[in-house]
């Protein structure tokens, strides 16, 4: 960890912006090919939710994301000393999960937007968007048994395992909105698992196409984990404090939903006053007004939620950058996974 931080001033004049470009550049192609084999209807959807189209099919220039899952399996595997290109089908794959993951969340939390336009359910409906991700899930999976690299069937392996723990945190996610007691450690269980379970196979997988033994691909799953976590906490302090013209979504769009996010959880548990003030907003059983989601924000602050989502975020990073030293011991070579996984630090919220 102590090399790593040695490199900070190099770091700091990483161009991440770059590195997603380069990502994109390999994984768009793949990722239209894959789409493009689907039945025109599910294709329609799946179109439209990349932002490749309008919903009457004719082209667009929606944004896709930022491809920072696709970008760390890149980066992943040229920082283990592999070719990039090779691992272009294995990073388009893990962009499929990802969006697959999007589309049903949409469904799940009943979002209205998503990257500054209606979410593909409110467009086309619940059963094809819904059945939009099934068809992306099939084609990452696809995408990687196809693969003739011979990494492939072990990161398949790795994915559907992947997918599954998704899940897992998914369910348990809406479980907790169903509950009072959820404690601090369950929440970082679950966020654990439905963000940083994707991104720890993202890494794991780049790992592997750079021909790297399961250790090094096992260490390379927990910097993506942590980095997972930073993700979340910083994700949840957005969907308190987030600016809409950036988000894409209304203020307070998470506390609207009562949802149990990490600040909010850590809030609670802290046993103030204005925890108090905080657990009755939640209880009420009507829609909070704009006032009442002032207040529920005010409270997770003065409750200290918010300060210790920051700073637990900042021992994640560390975490992170300790387990990609294990992985990658040449600090110049882990440049690009360096800038990544500091970007998620520095959205604004």
């Known amino acids: 960890m102590g090399i790593f931080a040695l490199e900070r001033d190099h770091l700091d004049g990483s161009d991440v912006e770059s590195v997603l470009a380069r990502a994109r550049g390999f994984v768009d192609p793949a990722l239209r090919t894959a789409v493009d084999t689907l039945p025109a209807p599910l294709r329609r959807v799946a179109s ?4 490749w189209t309008e919903p009457d099919g004719s082209p667009a220039a929606g944004s896709s994301g930022k491809a920072i899952r696709p970008a760390l399996v890149l980066a992943a595997t040229q920082a283990l000393g592999g070719d990039p290109a090779a691992a272009a089908g294995a990073a388009a794959a893990i962009e499929l999960i990802h969006n ?24 086309f409906g619940t059963t094809e968007a819904i059945l939009a991700g ?29 997918v599954v723990e998704l899940c897992a945190g998914q369910q348990a996610d809406c479980a907790f909105e169903q509950r009072d007691d959820v404690s601090l450690d369950e929440c970082l269980a679950m966020a654990g698992s439905k963000t940083g379970a994707l991104l720890g196979c993202a890494c794991a997988i780049g790992a592997l196409y750079a021909g790297a033994d399961d ?31 950036v988000t894409g979504k209304p203020v307070g769009a998470d506390l609207a939903a009562r949802k149990k996010s990490l600040p909010v959880v850590a ?22 007004t704009d006032e009442e989601l002032t207040r529920c924000a ?6 200290g939620g918010r300060s210790w989502a920051q700073g637990e975020s900042c021992e994640r990073m560390a975490a992170a950058i300790a387990h990609l030293a294990q992985a990658v011991p040449e600090p110049s070579a882990a440049d690009d996974l360096l800038a990544l996984a500091e970007l998620v630090t520095r959205r604004s919220h």
Request: hydrophobic share 50%.
């Open 100 to 123: 697959f993951s999007l589309l049903h969340d949409d469904v799940i939390d009943g979002d209205d937007t998503r990257r500054h336009r209606l979410t593909a359910w409110r467009v």
């Open 267 to 288: 809030a609670l548990a802290g046993g103030t006053a204005e925890a108090a003030v905080l657990a009755n907003l939640y209880a009420l059983d009507r829609p909070l």
């Open 134 to 162: 099934d068809a992306l899930h099939a084609l990452a999976l696809s995408t990687l048994a196809e693969d003739d690299h011979p990494a492939a069937q072990r990161a398949v392996r790795r994915l559907a395992d992947c």
């Open 215 to 245: 250790l090094a691909a096992d260490a390379m799953d927990a910097f993506g984990r942590e980095i997972g976590l930073a993700f979340q906490l910083i994700d949840d302090l957005i969907g308190i404090w987030g600016d809409p013209a």
């Open 48 to 51: 439209y939710h990349f932002g």
């Open 298 to 303: 005010r409270a997770v602050d003065k409750a």
